[in-house]
């Protein structure tokens, strides 16, 4: 009966990590539909190609944010991924009161429908 509940148990968390590791990761680059490149991502840190080259100093996918720094103050971007590689994203007050982008994971099914050349 102990082995039968320690496998059951095993097998439940086994399940858990697994469905965990697979949350949409931001790695990667991402276009906008001109094929002009406005983010770069890898683990957590990057780059946001927005006027000049923002650093990309945090990148949160739990809360699914990142955050940038520009003109010496820090900026918390709120986002969404798609499972196709569309991501959307709003970088709050920079610039302007509100910016919300859509851009596409390079090579993706979105990138590939919605990029003109």
Do not use: W
């Amino acid at each position: 009966m102990k082995k039968l509940l320690s496998l059951l148990l095993l097998g439940i968390a086994t399940i858990f990590l697994i469905s965990c590791s697979k949350q949409n990761t931001l790695d990667g680059e991402y276009y906008n539909q001109y094929d002009y490149l406005v983010l770069e991502i890898k683990g957590n840190q990057g780059t946001y190609h927005e006027n000049h080259n923002h650093p990309i100093t945090n990148v949160d996918s739990q809360n699914k944010t990142f955050t940038f720094s520009a003109s010496g103050r820090e900026y918390v971007a709120s986002y969404d991924i798609k499972k196709d590689g569309t991501l959307t994203f709003d970088t709050g007050n920079f610039l302007t009161g509100g910016n919300k982008q859509t851009v596409y994971k390079k090579n993706s099914e979105a990138y590939k429908k919605n990029i003109k050349k």
